[in-house]
């Protein structure tokens, strides 16, 4: 796997290679290059804790990341059928992480989990992150008052979920439907009234993330069925 | 009972009279009454509804409202021990209330449980209210969001709630202690990390409310004394 040492995000400056020639192109147009090996995995998880300069640190519950043509699209929380040992795992690994580099704020650690079962750090992120807006719904306290508890150093708060089951799905930039949006989010909070919406006001364009949609429930299935249609349904309404 | 016909609230412009002359004593003053009889009272409810142009209604769980001395000191959702004919019925007249009105918005409607066990109207606030400030973090969709989506004439939220048991605690202006209301925040977000407090920036006079803390849960008994020990705590740091 070829990554571009700067600039990369949602599958940008990433390449899967076949032989050596490949990677000889991407220099020859003067893209800087790392190379690792490529992983086996069963699927992407990302765990999340906060850290204050007094030392204290609180660890969100380990979700799954999906993704799809490297862009995350849906986050399901807590993880479907992780093993508490390996939840448990993925956190102390992010305090860890967030302890020996002194973060201050919120720190997202984006994990793969490798065929074998083996928990391996794909990405960091120190900042509040995408696969952190469940908990504006779905945990007691959302990552951003985290990270404002965390940088004030103020006691940090309670992170453990608000219903059994939480999925979002991220609401990308699509072509335009006959419908727009303003219609579009009138039709699904009449077909979904407990479906949460957050737009971000960005620029549309094909493939970028514009805004996200959170479901609560009891069963894991059940929200992800509707967070991903909602958030499909919106899609549609984001076109110029 | 004695009330002013304008400017109450909170227990001001209500006497309790015992003979006619002390509501001479007030007409003197100048203050214009109503009188009313005397209810015999189990304790205050409070049921809330949003109703949009269209005509769309939705009923919140019916909260049990603590006074004190005329100010709401506590709310109680789902009101303990209510039956549940009891709630559709106050959730009933809250939709007829709204409806024959021709509400636009976010209907509080105060009740009186009579010790006969009669439900009877207390006060109506058409606005967004002190008692369903649990809504924030206690149902899907809190009375703000509510309120707004019913003036826009969007379809209504889901009202359901967020745990099993939530209680709120009003912080009043109290007398100035020893330790300020930073320091207290500090203390209380150590003692308490799912205790989610409000803080209105109002100027702090004693007995106004300036503020309220949240606490979710699965015993109402335990988050009361959980938001009533944070309220007080914090109440003692508001003095000037």
Chains 1, 2 share one sequence.
């Not at 992780?82 to 305090?95: C, F, K, N, S, T």
């Not at 959302?142 to 991220?170: I, K």
Request: some cysteine; hydrophobic content about 40%.
């Amino acid at each position: 796997v070829a990554k571009a040492t700067t600039g990369g995000y949602d599958g940008r400056g990433v390449w899967l290679l076949d032989d050596p020639d490949q990677a000889s192109a991407l220099l020859d147009q003067g893209v800087s290059l790392i190379v690792e090996e490529r992983v086996r995995l069963r699927r992407e998880l990302a765990t999340m804790v906060a850290r204050s300069p007094w030392g204290q640190v609180a660890a969100y519950p380990v979700v799954e990341t999906v993704q799809d043509g490297g862009i995350c699209v849906e986050v399901l929380a807590p993880a479907p059928g992780l093993h508490p040992d390996r939840a448990v795992e993925a956190q102390q690994l992010a305090i860890r992480i967030a302890t020996e580099l002194d973060v201050v704020g919120i720190l997202a650690v984006e994990l793969f989990e490798t065929s074998a079962g083996q928990l391996l750090v794909n990405e960091l992120a120190m900042r509040p992150h995408n696969s952190g807006h469940w908990t504006i719904e779905g945990a007691r306290t959302s990552q951003f008052e985290q990270h404002l508890r965390a940088v004030l150093d103020y006691p940090l708060g309670e992170t453990s979920l608000t219903a059994p089951a939480v999925a979002v799905a991220n609401v990308l930039g699509g072509d335009p439907g006959g419908v727009g949006i303003d219609e579009r989010l009138h039709h699904l909070f009449a077909a979904d009234p407990g479906a949460r919406v957050h737009l971000y006001g960005k620029q549309p364009r094909p493939g970028r993330k514009l805004g996200h949609v959170t479901v609560l429930g009891d069963d894991i299935g059940q929200v992800r069925r509707r967070a991903r249609a909602a958030a499909r349904w919106l899609r549609e309404g984001t076109g110029d």
